[in-house]
């Protein structure tokens, strides 16, 4: 809408008001819709009654009567339009009268034909500068996404569609619906008795900076963020196949196809039918197309044509952890090193999130660029959980995340390591090591008695840090012996081990911590990506220690020679 007025040339006043409010819209971290039903969207700085009434329509239905008489005013796609360095509104509306362009899309389709210089005004040097600008517009966006930043702007995406009056289902497809660490573009499936009325629906979404494609079953968009939207829109007896193949994975798509065409049936988007005479078969959930096909339901999550299938064939595929099992809180750190908030605010943060167990586990002196706790800072801290731990129902777990030397050895002397509840043991420094080196140096860490958590096991920082290179396979050998956990580290950045892996370590009778690695108040909330990467690996409840209860927990992760039967305090 500032886009709109700014294009006027008028009412210049107005158009600042409509910009700040979208930048206060940005930095409000409450939910929008709880202000507007709550009548408090005034109560934010520069938001007035007029431009409230404006959001509140926004929000509820997609328009407003600011916005549709705005577009009276202009030709299609002009703010979209807008965007492209050195054109006006003047240039937009002869571009579209002559040629028709709405979209970015179309203007580099007509700049790459040569079709602009025909128009007045718009020479072969202009049109050389447009589609310049025009491709770059159309190609600026990241390579990979990482799930939380996706995950936001889905939730914004499906807000926005669910509000459609011709909308009825939606549902996220695609990488994210498979929780993969990154994501490529986002993918939603739309059910509607009326696909052309949602389609419009979806185009107006206010985020849209660039239509790619459309047709009469769906669109490609570039959003704001940079980020590709696949919208696809499905009639309520095709909506189940669509969302199937829409989720993916290829691989395992295709597969299921075979295993369909092999039952004498027809798997497309458009539905499953019989192969002989095209008969349609119906369908209402995804459970009931796996079913028709002989196979155990497939959650998304393992949806990679990685043995999910033959699992599903012989009714063994288990039933995999849920965020709701998790009773407790494992690997979080304050601000006795590198945290942001103290053991108390820590500790009433996770109480509230409703778990019985919260586990301090702050780095070892090693990581003196974290703030790793010298011993008496370390005793100091259990000192503090002490008195914190009296003023809350939460069971607090005194732990350490102590890195592994280079040498294989844990920091901490024993004496020290034995006197905690949790010891998690990672690596922070020396990542480059050879295959040989490293296997010996995880290995022999392996070995010592406090050794109960291998910690963000390879290392990795997504898009930014490779895992480190050993023999894997050996050192599962040597963790099962151990009869140590793995821990799936739900930090965004590191979702440390990754699928594959975990399903090695399973086939070895391994088990699991799946922690937050919370580094503030708001990184508890890693616990849901944690949960994602164990699904994916096909962990069930039973194969994870921190769904049992705060004993049994410290029972099982109680280090070297102390008594098995937890904390001592």
Known sequence: MSSLLGLTGGEPFKARAYE??????????????????????????????????????????????????????????????ARVPGLGIKQIAALNAH???ETIAQLEAACEAGELRAVKGFGEARERRLLAAARKLTSSRPAKVLLPAALEVAEEVGDYLRHGSDVGAVEMAGDLRRWTET??????????????????????????AAVSRRNGSGCRVVLTTGLPLDVKVA??????????????????????????????????????????????????????????????????????????IDAALAGSLPDLVEVDEIRGFVHCHTDYSDGRHTVEQMARA??????????????????????????????????EMARVQETVTIKLLRGTESDILAD????????????????????HRRHRMSAEEMTRRIARAMEHPCFKIWGHAL?????????????????????????????????????????????????RGIRFVISTDAHSVSELGNLRYGVAMARRGGVPAREVLNTLDPVEFAREVSPGPRPRGGSDR
């Open 20 to 81: 700040r409010g979208a930048r206060v819209l940005e930095r409000v971290d409450v939910d929008i819709g709880r202000l507007i039903e709550e009548g408090r969207l005034t109560a934010l700085k520069g938001i007035g009654p007029g431009l409230a009434r404006t959001i509140a329509d926004l929000h509820l239905t997609g328009t407003s009567r600011v916005l549709e008489e705005l577009r009276r005013h202009f030709p299609p796609g002009a703010a979209e339009l």
């Open 235 to 308: 009639t309520p007896d095709r909506f189940v196949t669509e969302l199937f193949h829409a989720t993916g994975a290829a691989a395992h798509v295709e597969h299921v196809q075979r295993l369909a065409r092999d039952r004498g049936l027809r798997l497309q988007p458009s539905g499953l039918s019989r192969a002989r005479g095209g008969r349609r078969v119906g369908i209402g959930s995804e459970a009931e197309l796996y079913r028709q096909l002989g196979l155990q339901y497939v959650p998304p999550e393992l949806r990679e044509d990685e043995g999910e």
């Open 408 to 427: 294989g050895s844990l920091d901490y002397p024993d004496a020290i390591l034995e006197q905690l509840d949790v010891v998690i043991a990672s690596i």
């Open 183 to 208: 994501v490529d573009d986002l993918v939603v499936v739309l059910g509607s008795t009326d696909p052309r009325a949602a389609l419009e629906h979806a185009l107006a979404f206010p985020q849209v």
């Open 99 to 101: 040629l028709g362009i």
């Open 459 to 507: 290392g990795r920082l997504i898009e930014s840090r490779p895992p480190v290179e050993c023999h894997m396979e050996e050192i599962l050998d040597v963790i099962a012996r151990s009869r140590a956990a793995i821990e799936i580290n739900g930090d965004p950045h590191r979702l440390d081990m990754e699928p594959r892996w975990v399903r090695a370590a399973r086939g």
């Open 350 to 383: 996770a109480e509230s999130l409703g778990l019985q167990y919260l586990t301090i586990t702050d780095h070892s002196p090693e990581a003196s660029y974290a703030g790793g706790l010298s011993i008496e800072r370390l005793k100091a801290q259990w000192d």
